[in-house]
């Protein structure tokens, strides 16, 4: 005789097993558990809710002036955390992003950097 428990695990694995392999989802939790970081554009893009033309502009031009080396990442760090804690969470109409970019630029202008976009780094 078989253990009724068992065999309705079987069962269960086997129907899990199946929807992954018909619903195509091995991808997507390969994303999820995916070992590599998430690079500085991703982080910004997601974490900041961007999602208007202006904003993703703005983050590439971030990103462009980070690489050049007149950013230090640590700052945009900084204002990434500082941006996330201060907006409203229930508000959508004030998103991360509003706070990050007029934060970065106030700090940008203290330490006299110009945030913008490397004509050669081919990016919009």
Known sequence: MSNPSAS???LVRGLLAASVAILGLPQAFA???????????ERLTL?????RPAELEYIDAVIDTVN???????IVNRM???ARSH??????SKRPIIYF????????AKMRIKIEADPDSGTT
């Open 8 to 10: 309705r695990r079987a």
């Open 87 to 92: 907006a409203p969470s229930g508000d959508q």
């Open 47 to 51: 974490g900041l809710r961007a999602r």
């Open 68 to 74: 050049r080396g007149e950013l230090p990442e640590k």
């Open 31 to 41: 994303q999820t558990f995916d070992k590599r970081e998430p690079t500085l554009r």
């Open 80 to 82: 990434f955390f500082w």
């Open 101 to 108: 970019q007029a934060g970065l630029d106030r700090v940008a």
